[in-house]
């Protein structure tokens, strides 16, 4: 096919032609695109609330369980400050055997940190040692504290002044007027019989009770 002189040059000076949009076909190609991410989001929105469902049904079963597996409480719990010292004595009494265990000793008065590490060494001085492992500071509420045994060159009364500085953020003047009115021991009954001379109460919990999975209070209803 031939082509007059300078037909290249008009076609490549020839003017371009919009094509018409085809608004029907826009619509349908928009409406596919966005089809796929709404049912993406359905799926997922429903994979997330069973997620939620299974996690809140097996909180539920955990918290149901947890005080079977976890029974083991000393304290008054819906008793009386005097209901409570009885059971205790009686609990006390009827310890048997020489291994030791855990036990609440309640005070008859709020301890400061050396009249609380006082009384242990008098206790110690013709009994076996107790360990220390939890403070409970006087006042509302429930306030623990756990405790070490003090390292070489220290002793119990620094141990339990370090915990009232603790508790009054870092201030002396305000750590001196911090005092206790509970401990967790762990000991034998006949040296926690010989405590609980000096104390309020001291009930022991069962020779298998664990610690950190003891349920304690330190106030009774009628404080």
């Not at 032609?17 to 429903?46: C, F, H, M, Y």
């Not at 079977?68 to 409570?84: E, V, W």
């Not at 762990?186 to 069962?206: C, H, I, M, N």
Request: glycine content about 6%; aromatic content about 6%; overall charge positive.
């Amino acid at each position: 096919m031939t082509h007059k002189p300078g037909s290249q040059d008009a076609y490549h000076r020839r003017r371009s032609q919009a094509i018409a949009v085809n608004k029907r076909r826009r619509r349908q190609l928009d409406w596919e695109d966005t089809r796929k991410p709404a049912w993406v989001a359905w799926l997922s929105g429903v994979c997330t609330i069973a997620l939620l469902l299974t996690l809140l049904a097996l909180g539920a079963t955990e918290d149901s369980t947890a005080p079977i597996a976890n029974g083991d409480r000393l304290g008054p719990f819906d008793t009386s400050r005097m209901q409570y010292q009885h059971r205790a004595q009686q609990t006390l009494a009827e310890a048997q055997g020489d291994e030791p265990r855990w036990a609440l000793v309640l005070a008859d008065r709020p301890w400061t940190s050396d009249s609380m590490a006082k009384l242990l060494s008098d206790v110690e001085t013709s009994h076996q040692r107790l360990r220390v492992s939890t403070v409970y500071a006087a006042g509302s509420g429930l306030v623990a504290e756990a405790v070490g045994e003090p390292a070489i060159g220290h002793t119990r009364a620094d141990v339990f002044a370090n915990v009232a500085l603790d508790l009054a953020g870092e201030n002396p003047r305000v750590a001196k007027r911090v005092v206790f009115d509970a401990m967790l021991v762990y000991g034998k009954p006949d040296t926690l019989r010989a405590l609980s001379q000096r104390v309020f109460s001291v009930e022991p919990a069962p020779v298998d009770a664990v610690y950190g999975k003891i349920g304690v209070r330190t106030q009774a209803l009628d404080q």
